[in-house]
T-cell receptor, first 115, second 114 residues
Framework: DQQVKQNSPSLSVQEGRISILNCDYTNSMFDYFLWYKKYPAEGPTFLISISSIKDKNEDGRFTVFLNKSAKHLSLHIVPSQPGDSAVYFCAATTLTQSTGNQFYFGTGTSLTVIP | DAMVIQNPRYQVTQFGKPVTLSCSQTLNHNVMYWYQQKSSQAPKLLFHYYDKDFNNEADTPDNFQSRRPNTSFCFLDIRSPGLGDAAMYLC?????????????FGPGTRLTVT
């Protein structure tokens, strides 16, 4: 049962425009959410995160929004650049676990930024 | 640079022939994870270790086993690989319980089963 869902497998955006990647989750115990970026032949790398006590976190061109009531988060990239072309994974975890956090991942969204 | 290293990057094995994938880390993290990722799917957690405490996911097949002889190293053993086990295997680490906020991934090992 997929607890974290990314319903858009791919997204194409013109350079300079905004990219919006969406993610939904089902487990209300999740209290920390992350976005990872993955280039081909590399492992995922951490991009940005947000705690459930916040509804927005911004880091340069990247902003993550969290809507707890809707169990939905989104990643905004503005302006989009060709180097942002990659697969983006949404992940969620519960920080209160005492045996090491388990991270649950979505299936990823492949972003293509067209020059 | 502190990092997560996986060897080999590409592994070819024959159907039913045991294979071992390795992961090492220089981050001194106490949690290590093994994920299986198939094309267009989410990374699927197979196991994780919190220090030496082993945590097996309920749906991880018995064909998969893991060893963590020390903090730095973790191994994934596939006893009798089947064609369905062909995938990317990702190792990751994190700092531990409570304050853990992210995972650090290795580059992955692409396993092919012939």
């Amino acid at each position: 049962d997929q607890q974290v869902k990314q319903n858009s497998p791919s997204l194409s955006v013109q350079e300079g425009r905004i990219s919006i990647l969406n993610c939904d989750y089902t487990n209300s115990m999740f209290d920390y959410f992350l976005w990872y970026k993955k280039y081909p032949a590399e492992g995922p790398t951490f991009l940005i995160s947000i705690s459930s006590i916040k509804d927005k976190n911004e880091d340069g061109r990247f902003t993550v929004f969290l809507n707890k009531s809707a169990k939905h988060l989104s990643l905004h990239i503005v302006p989009s650049q060709p180097g942002d072309s990659a697969v983006y994974f949404c992940a969620a975890t519960t920080l209160t676990q005492s045996t090491g956090n388990q991270f649950y991942f979505g299936t990823g969204t492949s972003l293509t930024v067209i020059p | 640079d502190a990092m997560v290293i996986q060897n080999p990057r590409y592994q070819v094995t024959q159907f039913g022939k045991p294979v071992t994938l390795s992961c090492s880390q220089t981050l001194n993290h106490n949690v290590m994870y093994w994920y299986q990722q198939k094309s267009s799917q989410a990374p699927k957690l197979l196991f994780h270790y919190y220090d030496k405490d082993f945590n097996n996911e309920a749906d991880t097949p018995d064909n998969f086993q893991s060893r963590r002889p020390n903090t730095s190293f973790c191994f994934l053993d596939i006893r009798s690989p089947g064609l369905g086990d062909a995938a990317m295997y990702l190792c990751a680490t994190s700092g531990g319980a409570g304050g853990t906020t992210e995972q650090y991934f290795g580059p992955g090992t692409r396993l092919t089963v012939t």
